[in-house]
């Protein structure tokens, strides 16, 4: 074609738009695997804080997760779990739900699950390590 380069793979209506099909599909893609990777690392961290808390007294215990480097390995797992979820969850419901209704409310009750269950574990780590 005149004016294209030959290693160029943009479809026409990519060209005069400037965008992909895809959008911000490609953020979405990176952001699951970021998330994937310190997930691992961040549950082998919590298992061992876990195991090192096995057969301890409940003050011991809570002394333990209150430290603030426990506390924050706990609040990263917990934001990265989260986030990492309602990715998860906004991705099938995209793929798998056709009816723009029920898709909309699932992506709402979505946003809201994460947002509950990420502030509510927040919450009680926070409560643990400030003693409130």
């Not at 924050?72 to 986030?83: D, E, R």
């Not at 419901?93 to 898709?103: P, Q, R, V």
Request: charged content about 10%; glycine content about 8%.
């Amino acid at each position: 074609m005149i004016g294209q380069r030959p290693n160029e793979m943009r479809t026409a209506a990519r060209r005069v738009r400037g965008m992909g099909a895809a959008r911000s599909g490609t953020t979405h893609f990176w952001h699951q695997r970021v998330t994937s990777v310190a997930g691992v690392l961040l549950t082998v961290a919590l298992i061992v804080i876990v195991v090192a808390l096995l057969g301890r007294s409940h003050a011991a215990v809570v002394q333990i997760l209150g430290s603030p480097l426990v506390a924050i390995i706990m609040l990263l797992f917990i934001l990265n779990s989260a986030y990492h979820m309602w990715i998860g969850m906004q991705e099938i419901i995209l793929d798998y739900l056709h009816d723009d209704k029920f898709k909309f409310l699932s992506l709402l009750a979505n946003t809201f699950f994460c947002v509950a269950v990420g502030l509510a574990s927040a919450f009680a780590i926070l409560k643990l390590s400030f003693g409130v």
